[in-house]
């Protein structure tokens, strides 16, 4: 086998020596820009300002293109199932079936895909758009009053529903595709193999497959970085050890810096295993874990409330999707645009650039777990029932909790605690303590198995993509490497300015990516309009 065959789509990959199985290239310049960033973070004092600075550039500059790029995704893959004769195409050969059970197979594709973010905003999410939102700022609707909870669980909807889901489906569908039907490298070069050709296509593909490595890093950083803030909050409730918590009420440096070390320890162990044991195994039990919290809020919780907030807001939220998904808010004179613009960007473009900065992993991982099924099926899966997962959970435990302030037991408890306290306070209020410590046991420990499943599954696709795809290439050397580099990162920005730098890195990380993407339907859509006279099946 001859590693540098001129193939577009695929990669130079070493003979011998330690990247042995390994683009060096792809491996060392990857490596090199998240070090330096690191090595930044670390020593200057003026690092989490800069970031706020340019990230607030870069939302003016490209805050439309964000959502305009978002809403193409989701179009392109609902229409690719919809339509009769693409919704049929397998991803895999004709007749081939799924690895996976659909049980297994979904509880990978929603633990890797938005596990943590659902946790930790199944609250907080509901809640905030409860006190604030576009028709609040608009004067449509009260804060905080019961005409408002129908806004606020539209505009939770938006951000959890279809467009996320469709940034990850049209990436891993458009993998899958090249990979298990044209028989090219699962890794994100593959779907460009018609733009690449020529002497510089190896240089560019090379180009494709590190900024989809830095964008992994930098959304998984993020996803872990908020996760573990609501981690050291649960621990707290439960433990009740002062050192967690500082005199602002916010978990210390020393906690978060533990908790990363922690989950990104477990997560290289799990990875090390492989998808079929560590990944499967972790996922299975956190579907299971899940119900079960789920369960104990539908018991405890408000009930009546949930269900008729799922209903109406499903509603709500498919009338204004055209809108909200099209709407762009431009800063200006008017103090009522200066505020849809902030919450625009502080919300909608931090979720479109959190989501974007996630596909290459979510995407990658998604391809790797799907083969043998049929787009209408995938999309089925991994697009339709992951958003009613979502918002099954906000209206039940983000219902529970509007309803404690709807009814005055909360007395503003909930709204004014920390974003990540949200979901303990709400368990707090909601049962007696005998009851309230077992079921926030259960949730710290969902939230870890969570943190644990995606952070593997991150060190996992990178390794992939590294490797050119090459799904038997399996060094644990390296997956130590770059646990232990996702491990910096956090810890750096985390350090460095908290969330907010995470955020900032982020918002600006995506950009290069969301180019890619489009560039990857366009030539999924070529891919497919010349294999359209192929059999299906």
């Known amino acids: 086998m001859s590693n540098s065959a001129a193939r577009p789509g695929k990669t130079h990959l070493e003979e011998s020596g330690f990247y042995r199985g390994y683009n060096k290239w792809i491996s060392l310049s990857s490596k090199g820009i998240i070090l330096l960033l690191i090595l930044w973070a670390s020593t200057s004092d003026q690092a989490a300002v ?77 809640i905030f758009h409860f006190t604030n939102n576009p028709d609040v700022i608009l004067g449509n609707t009260d804060s905080l009053a019961a005409n408002n909870v129908r806004s606020a669980y539209k505009w939770t909807l938006l951000h959890y529903g279809l467009t996320p889901w469709g940034c990850y489906g ?68 439960i433990s009740g050890a002062q050192w967690i918590m500082d005199a602002a009420g916010k978990p210390t440096s020393l906690a978060l810096v533990m908790s990363v070390v922690l989950i990104m320890l477990a997560s290289t162990l799990s990875a090390s295993s492989g998808v079929v044991r560590g990944i499967r195994w972790l996922s299975n039990l956190n579907m299971v874990l899940s119900f079960v919290l789920l369960s104990c809020f539908i018991a405890f919780g408000a009930w009546a409330f949930a269900v008729e907030s799922f209903f109406q807001g499903i509603l709500d939220y498919l009338v204004a999707l ?39 992993f979510v995407g990658l991982f998604l391809s790797r777990v799907s083969r043998g099924r049929t787009i209408r099926e995938y999309v089925l899966g991994a697009m339709i029932v992951p958003s009613l997962m979502c918002f099954t959970w906000f209206c039940i435990v983000g219902g529970t909790a509007i309803d404690l302030e709807l009814s005055g037991k909360a007395n503003g408890t909930i709204t004014n605690s920390d974003l990540s306290a949200q979901l303990f306070t709400t368990i707090k209020l909601l049962l007696d303590s005998q009851w309230a410590l077992p079921l926030s046991i259960l949730s710290v420990v969902l939230l870890l198995t969570y943190l644990v499943t995606s952070a593997d599954s991150a060190v996992l696709v990178i390794n992939t993509i590294a490797s050119g795809g090459e799904q038997d290439v399996h060094n644990n050397k390296h997956v130590v490497i770059w646990g232990l580099i996702v491990t910096g990162i956090i810890v750096a920005l985390l350090v460095a300015g908290g969330l907010e730098a ?36």
């Open 170 to 237: 049209i990436v891993g569908m458009s993998m899958a595709y090249f990979s298990y039907h044209r028989g090219l490298p699962l890794t994100i070069r593959s779907p460009l193999s018609p733009l690449l050709s020529g002497r510089g296509s190896r240089f560019l593909g090379n180009i494709v497959d590190t900024a989809a490595i830095l964008a992994t890093v930098i959304g998984v950083g993020v996803t872990i970085g908020y996760g573990v803030t609501q981690f050291a909050f649960g621990v707290h409730q």
């Open 322 to 360: 055209p809108s909200m998904s099209t709407t762009v808010w431009h800063a200006g004179d008017d103090a009522v645009q200066q505020a849809l613009s902030v919450w625009q960007g502080d919300w909608t473009i931090f979720y479109w650039a959190w989501w974007i900065a996630f596909t290459p």
């Open 502 to 537: 995470l955020r900032s890195v982020m918002i600006i990380g995506a950009l290069p990516f969301s180019v890619v993407m489009v560039l990857m339907v366009v030539a999924f859509l070529q891919a497919l309009w010349t294999d359209r006279s192929e059999p299906r099946g």
């Open 50 to 126: 800069i970031l706020a600075q340019v990230q607030a550039i870069t939302i003016s500059v490209f805050g439309g293109w964000y959502i305009a790029a978002t809403t193409f995704f989701m179009a392109i893959c609902l229409l690719l199932a919809l339509w009769p004769k693409t919704g049929k195409i397998r991803l895999g050969k004709p007749h081939e079936r799924p690895e996976f059970s659909n049980f297994a197979w979904f509880s990978m594709m929603f633990g890797a895909g938005i596990g943590v973010g659902m946790l930790t905003y199944s609250t907080a999410e509901p």
